[in-house]
């Protein structure tokens, strides 16, 4: 029976639909999850485990027990390439405090750097940008699986390893089976694996990521659900011993803005032991790794003589760069990757957002299409209008970082506001919340607009290479008198 | 602990993280080590909980934008995370459960205030009602009856001190 019928004849006759934990109301029949009800969770990665958390808290606080399986084929305690989920591996400063104000605290095995600042690099010079806010180390550089390959016994616990550790605490039970189909089966998602079936579920939570496979899976099942369009990064972890990344790299994300053909920029960050490369292109290949490993402004950062080993761990990780349409149905709730995620940036965060946003409205409201439209789907719109503000910005940024003047005033002035963090910085304050991801694009993206704020850069603009020649002339006028 | 790995800032033995009276609306989570909150009375220290990783500290400010009601200091080397109030009080408005937590801990400290209080009152009120029989005591020369009202009040003090050191570990149970 295929699942749009199903959900035809749900919505024609809703008297007839006797199950108990269907509600009829004036309005039609109301789908809610009862107690002891059953949600099966596809992908144990954040998204997974944090729907899982934030529904057995709730349910917990309304009085009920709710059951959790989550189907996670990793294990994320493995090394290599086989248990991670292939990202740069930052947790937000946002995302640091609201996971520790829901009471999950990273511990030191997770966190593998603690960062306080971001470094920008450019062909012009290195500026460092510290929070105006808060000076902490506020930024969290984790693992997503046990470790790079061969970092066996270095004591690195995985992120999602950690988070799922938290789900089953929660009372999620963890089966490593890999689902490959899923049906509505009467009223309820049926899910199999190796054409046996395993269970029935109240309600279906598609955390999967952007596996295209899976995705396709749940485009048969659910009427109008589209998987988010994606792109490629290329990224490499490269052991230097965590004396030299503490003395070079310091506690602070390198992000290099240099003109390295096919890059658009490479972000450097500290983990312990290593430095995660993680590069940002249009056809991502492990050359541009070595490209800019060999280049000038990242050579000065690696110890002499160090030479790119022959074999080293490296992945060509997928990002997501859009939207999933529709991602609900009656009974099923996609989160994470698999819906809706920002854009370039806090992928974990985005996670947090929608599996919040997906657990609540099941809880509170219900579990039928209309319930995850009318309460979940607007958290996911707001991602997905907040990345059209993001979308402006980096096209700002690129056109600064383009048109040279520009790009020297808009260095210039962050440069000076950093010697003094004590006084306002606002042009400090839009670099590090865009690459932070600390703030929405949309807060940034108004503060851009102020009119002072443009009149000041464009008079930087201006001012700067006359400041510049006045000094040069200075000096040499003070060279001829001595 | 790896300090490498530790978020928020370190703070050494001793130092303050909040000062009594001081305006400011930032709150607090402790990543590693101990703090104490204590109450200054005209000189007199008295602390009223030793708090440890994972509690929350400073919410009060942040919600009702009052000045510190008490000072915060490291017991031994801790580590704090900073919670920035602007961003914070967006996200609430977006997404009011994230007060839950908070709103758990202010009821588990209101629970134990009330517990405080009933003490001290049946302490006072043991005091009062040793003071009246020795009023109504006749016949007893005065330097006789002084070891008797000094043994009181030592005993209230033992009493007072006792309800402190009661309800110190307490807060560090709380969720």
Redesign the interface.
């Known amino acids: 029976m295929s699942s749009s019928f199903t959900i035809h004849v749900l919505h024609s006759h809703p008297k007839a639909c006797c199950l108990h934990n269907v509600i009829s109301t004036r309005r039609g029949a109301r789908v809610i999850l009862h107690d002891g009800a059953r949600i099966a969770i596809i992908g144990g990665g954040p998204a997974g485990s944090l729907f899982c958390i934030f529904a057995s808290q709730?349910a917990r606080?309304m009085g009920m027990a709710l059951d959790f399986t989550i189907y996670e084929r990793k294990s994320f305690a493995s090394y290599g390439a086989s248990g991670c989920n292939m990202c740069a591996g930052v947790v937000s400063e946002?995302l640091?405090?609201?996971l520790?104000?829901?009471?999950i605290?990273?511990p030191?095995?997770v966190?593998?750097?603690?960062i306080e600042s971001y470094f920008f690099h450019t062909e012009g010079g290195s500026v460092e940008i510290k929070s105006s806010?808060?000076?902490?180390?506020?930024i969290?550089t984790v693992f997503r699986g046990g470790g790079p390959a061969g970092s066996l016994a270095k004591g690195i616990q995985s992120f999602d390893d950690f988070l799922l550790q938290r789900a089953v605490e929660h009372g999620a039970c963890v089966k490593r089976t890999f689902i490959d189909r899923v049906c509505m089966e009467g009223d309820k998602p049926r899910l199999y694996s190796g054409g046996k079936m395993l269970q029935d579920c109240d309600l279906l939570v598609g955390a999967f990521g952007i596996k295209a496979g899976t995705g396709k899976m749940f485009e048969d099942l659910s009427a109008g659900y589209k998987v988010p369009p994606t792109t490629k990064a290329v990224q490499s972890e490269i052991e230097l011993g965590?004396d030299w990344v503490?003395r070079r790299f310091g506690?602070s994300i390198h992000i290099f803005l240099l003109r390295i053909p096919g890059i658009k920029f490479v972000s450097v960050i500290p983990k312990?032991d290593y430095i995660t490369v993680s590069v940002l292109g249009k056809y991502p290949k492990s050359d541009h790794i070595t490209a800019f490993l060999d280049h000038s402004a990242m050579k000065k950062f690696l110890p002499s003589g160090f030479q790119i080993p022959q074999k080293f761990c490296h992945c060509f990780p997928k990002i997501s760069v859009g939207a999933a349409i529709k991602p609900f149905a009656r009974r099923a709730a996609f989160v994470g990757d698999a819906s809706s995620t920002r854009l370039y940036k806090d992928g974990i965060g985005s996670a947090y957002i929608t599996a919040?946003a997906a657990a609540?409205t099941a809880l509170l409201h219900g579990i039928g299409e209309k319930d995850f439209r009318e309460y979940y789907f607007p958290a996911c719109k707001s991602l997905n209008r907040d990345n059209l503000f993001g979308q402006h910005l980096f096209f700002v940024n690129k056109l600064i970082s383009v048109v040279s003047p520009v790009s020297r005033g808009y260095f210039h002035i962050v440069q000076s506001e950093q010697k003094n963090l004590q006084k306002n910085t606002p042009y400090s304050d839009v670099l590090w919340d865009m690459f932070t991801g600390?703030?929405f694009y949309k807060d940034i993206f108004f503060r851009t607009l102020h009119p002072w704020f443009i009149l000041y850069l464009l008079g930087a603009v201006v001012l700067y290479p006359i400041k510049k020649a006045f000094l040069f002339f200075a000096n040499r006028w003070k060279g001829v008198v001595l | 602990?790896?300090e490498?790995?530790?978020?928020?800032?370190l703070y050494e033995d001793g130092e303050t993280i909040v000062e009594e009276g001081m305006q400011s609306r930032?709150m607090y989570?402790i990543?590693?080590g101990k703090v104490k909150v204590v109450k200054n009375d005209n000189g007199n220290e008295t602390v009223l909980a030793l708090l440890g990783?994972?509690d929350?500290f400073g919410e009060m400010s942040l919600f009702d934008a009052s000045p510190r009601s008490a000072t915060i200091k490291a017991v031994g080397e801790a580590r704090v995370?900073?919670?920035?109030h602007?961003?914070?009080m967006k996200?609430i408005k977006m997404?009011p459960?994230?007060a839950?937590?908070?709103i758990k801990q202010m009821c588990q400290r209101i629970r134990d205030l009330n517990a405080r209080l009933i003490v001290t009152k049946k302490a006072m009120h043991q005091a009062s009602e040793g003071l009246l029989q020795l009023q109504r005591t006749e016949g007893v020369p005065r330097k006789d009856l002084e070891p008797k009202i000094l043994a009181m009040v030592a005993q209230l003090q033992e009493n007072l001190h006792t309800l402190t050191e009661q309800y110190v570990p307490r807060d560090e149970s709380l969720?």
Do not use: C, F, Y
């Open positions: 709730l606080d946002s640091v405090q609201l520790a104000l829901e009471g605290n990273l030191p095995a966190v593998q750097w603690g806010r808060l000076r902490q180390r506020g969290a965590s503490e506690h312990g919040k609540h600390s703030r | 602990m790896t490498e790995s530790l978020l928020g800032r930032t989570v990543q590693g990783e994972g929350i995370l900073a919670i920035e602007e961003g914070l996200r997404d459960t994230l839950l937590r908070m969720p």
